[in-house]
Nanobody
Framework: QVRFVESGGGLVQPGGSLRLSCVAS????????MAWYRQAPGKQRELVAH???????NYIDSVKGRFTISRDNPKNTVYLQMNLLEPEDTAAYYC????????????WGQGTQVTVSS
């Protein structure tokens, strides 16, 4: 089973940037469609962006133009570059296999906390 370790979160002021990383275990990473999700306090986990094995990407409307998802298959790593951060981006961020229903996923890594505040 694939396991994920997320890192790169922190406290940043509005307008700032962060780059999240997620390292996956297992030899099948390169064929997986990967995604970043986030969960804010009191809210359900939501899909933020996903990337196919070929590098095609998609984003939710609220992060389009600000976030960029990318992957390095030889390193089993997926990234999320976050620019122009807003307080509404404050959440715990997780990577996982892509799904339209993250509530159905049974395994999550520890995530990485992003806090946007002045």
């Amino acid at each position: 089973q694939v396991r994920f370790v997320e890192s790169g979160g922190g406290l940043v002021q509005p307008g700032g940037s962060l780059r999240l990383s997620c390292v996956a275990s297992g030899s099948i990473f390169s064929i997986l469609v990967m995604a970043w999700y986030r969960q804010a306090p009191g809210k359900q986990r939501e899909l933020v962006a996903h990337i196919t094995r070929g590098g095609n990407t998609n984003y939710i409307d609220s992060v389009k133009g600000r976030f960029t998802i990318s992957r390095d298959n030889p390193k089993n790593t997926v990234y999320l570059q976050m620019n122009l951060l807003e307080p509404e981006d404050t959440a715990a961020y997780y990577c996982n296999l892509y799904t339209v229903n993250p509530q159905a996923i049974g395994y999550w890594g520890q995530g990485t906390q992003v806090t946007v505040s002045s």
